[in-house]
């Protein structure tokens, strides 16, 4: 099972920049102003200023806005390419909850984007099949021998009832799913690292701890995703505790709200040169500073002992995790 990860170029103060992650990038959120444009946008030009064609929350600007002409204009909440009521966008172009639009909500135990019967997920968009269950909540699984609802091999977004043979959570890895307690999954990244267990969840308030946020779409071999999300893991980017072995703690910027998430990351030390966060060991971040990109340590913003060296710069937009403010030591 792979996953995709998102993060956005967050930069530091004083024209310092912080470099993610450039593994195939994928969201479950749509952040207007990260110059890609998102299935809910219209436009996205990399910021959130309105009156350059752009709007702060990225819509076409125009004077004359059509809905049905598949682009999301200026008061339109979506726009399908369609005037049809029903599917997700409204004869008017105003978001609407349907069945059969992909995505997950309220009532849905399951949106695999039709109304087809017999393919797992009915034309009410509850999971169907003998052995069809829920993953959020976890539901219809009630043998102790299988009492963990899981997705099935086929990776199509179909639920069966599995065995919990190992109790493991988010900071524990997994080579199969039924190491992993009743509502998580054995996933891992697309490099070949160790697997690890991740909590489903349709939204943020299904997952716990500080930090951790309903933002990854979970994929399946061919790299298509299944409208199926895991909880990011919660974990102290500073302190580097509650990853998995052998994974750093690494903070992630979106429009909704900043998180936190683990992440393979290799062996560069301070000072020496990285391309994105991923060479650099953990607890640092590749940054730019003065035109020349180097591993630098996370710091706690206002706390002059986080840094051995230096100062601790806070970011030019800032990230803040259950109240601390985050920066790197320059």
């Known amino acids: 099972?792979?996953?995709?990860?998102?993060?956005?170029?967050?930069?530091?103060?004083?024209?310092?920049?912080?470099?993610?992650?450039?593994?195939?990038?994928?969201?479950?959120?749509?952040t207007c102003g990260d110059g890609v444009i998102?299935?809910?946008?219209?436009?996205?030009?990399?910021?959130?200023?309105?009156?350059?064609?752009?709007?702060?929350?990225?819509?076409?600007?125009?004077?004359?806005?059509?809905?049905?002409n598949g682009v999301r204009e200026v008061g339109e909440g979506c726009d399908d390419h369609n005037n049809a009521a029903g599917d997700g966008c409204s004869a008017t172009c105003a978001l609407e909850s349907a069945c059969g639009n992909g995505q997950l909500e309220a009532g849905e135990t399951c949106d695999d984007g039709n109304k087809t019967s017999g393919d797992g997920c009915s034309p009410t968009c509850q999971q169907e099949g003998a052995g069809a269950c829920a993953l959020v909540p976890q539901a219809g699984c009630t043998a102790t021998s299988a009492p963990a609802c899981d997705l099935t091999a086929a990776m199509d977004g179909t639920t069966q009832c599995?065995?919990?043979?190992?109790?493991?959570?988010?900071?524990?890895?997994?080579?199969?799913?039924?190491?992993?307690?009743?509502?998580?999954?054995?996933?891992?990244?697309?490099?070949?690292?160790?697997?690890?267990?991740?909590?489903?969840?349709?939204?943020?308030?299904?997952?716990?701890?500080?930090?951790?946020?309903?933002?990854?779409?979970?994929?399946?071999?061919?790299?298509?995703?299944?409208?199926?999300?895991?909880?990011?893991?919660?974990?102290?980017?500073?302190?580097?505790?509650?990853?998995?072995?052998?994974?750093?703690?690494?903070?992630?910027?979106d429009g909704d709200g900043d998180y936190t998430d683990c992440l393979y990351q290799g062996t560069k030390l301070v000072g020496e040169s990285c391309a994105t966060a991923r060479d650099c060991s953990p607890g640092n971040v590749c940054a730019t500073y003065q035109g020349v990109k180097t591993c630098r340590a996370t710091c706690i913003?206002?706390?002059a002992s986080t840094c051995s060296s230096g100062v601790c710069s806070p970011y030019q937009d800032p990230v803040s995790i259950g109240g601390v403010n985050y920066g790197a030591c320059i």
């Open 162 to 253: 599995r065995a919990v043979t190992q109790s493991g959570t988010s900071n524990s890895h997994c080579t199969l799913a039924t190491q992993c307690k009743a509502g998580y999954t054995c996933t891992g990244d697309h490099n070949g690292n160790p697997s690890w267990c991740a909590r489903f969840c349709t939204d943020d308030t299904d997952c716990t701890g500080t930090g951790s946020r309903c933002v990854i779409d979970l994929v399946n071999g061919s790299g298509a995703t299944i409208n199926v999300s895991v909880c990011s893991n919660a974990c102290d980017p500073y302190g580097q505790t509650g990853c998995p072995t052998g994974m750093g703690c690494v903070l992630r910027g």
């Open 38 to 68: 998102a299935a809910t946008e219209g436009c996205d030009d990399g910021n959130k200023q309105s009156g350059d064609g752009c709007s702060d929350d990225c819509a076409v600007e125009t004077g004359d806005p059509v809905c049905g």
């Open 1 to 30: 099972m792979k996953r995709m990860r998102w993060l956005p170029c967050l930069l530091l103060w004083a024209g310092c920049g912080l470099f993610g992650d450039n593994v195939p990038l994928q969201s479950t959120r749509n």
């Open 301 to 303: 913003v206002g706390n």
